[in-house]
C-alpha cells in the first residue's frame, strides 16, 4: 500500500494543524493504522494509532491535544493537532501494519509498522 502525507508546515506555539494520509488502496478493515515523529537527534516516536473500530491509542506527550481520525469513504487518515509545543516539531510519517481482529490492540511502536509514507515536515517556532 502507498501512503502519502499532506498538511505540514510551519506554526506558532500554541498553534493548530490537520495532517492529512491518502492511502492507495483500502486498508482501515484490517490494518493499523498510525503517526508517528522522527526530529533531528531523536529516536523515532509514535504520536498516535487508530483501529478500524476507531479505538485509538496516543503518546502521553500528546495526548489532549492531538486526536486521530480516519474516513473510510475518503480512505484518508488524520492527525488534528492542537496546542502545539517545540517539542513536537518533527518529521511526521503515516504508516500501518496488519491487524487481525484477534491480534492485540493497534500500538504506536514503531517497530510493528510495516508500511510508512515519505513523510510531512511540521515546524513549531
Known amino acids: 500500500v502507498q501512503l502519502v502525507e499532506s498538511g505540514g508546515g510551519s506554526v506558532q506555539p500554541g498553534g493548530s494543524l490537520r495532517l492529512s494520509c491518502g492511502a492507495s488502496?483500502?486498508?482501515?478493515?484490517?490494518?493499523?493504522v498510525g503517526w508517528l515523529r522522527k526530529a533531528p537527534g531523536k529516536e523515532r516516536e509514535g504520536v498516535a494509532a487508530?483501529?478500524?473500530?476507531?479505538?485509538?491509542s496516543y503518546a502521553d506527550s500528546v495526548r489532549g491535544r492531538f486526536t486521530i481520525s480516519h474516513d473510510n469513504a475518503k480512505n484518508t487518515l488524520y492527525l488534528q493537532m492542537n496546542n502545539l509545543k517545540p517539542d513536537d516539531a518533527s518529521m511526521y510519517y503515516c504508516?500501518?501494519?496488519?491487524?487481525?481482529?484477534?491480534?492485540?490492540?493497534?500500538?504506536?511502536?514503531?517497530?510493528?509498522?510495516?508500511?510508512w509514507g515519505q513523510g510531512t515536515q511540521v515546524t513549531v517556532s
Open positions: 504508516a500501518a501494519y496488519r491487524h487481525e481482529s484477534w491480534d492485540p490492540p493497534c500500538t504506536i511502536l514503531a517497530a510493528r509498522y510495516t508500511s
Open positions: 488502496g483500502s486498508i482501515y478493515g484490517d490494518a493499523c
Open positions: 487508530v483501529d478500524s473500530d476507531g479505538i485509538a
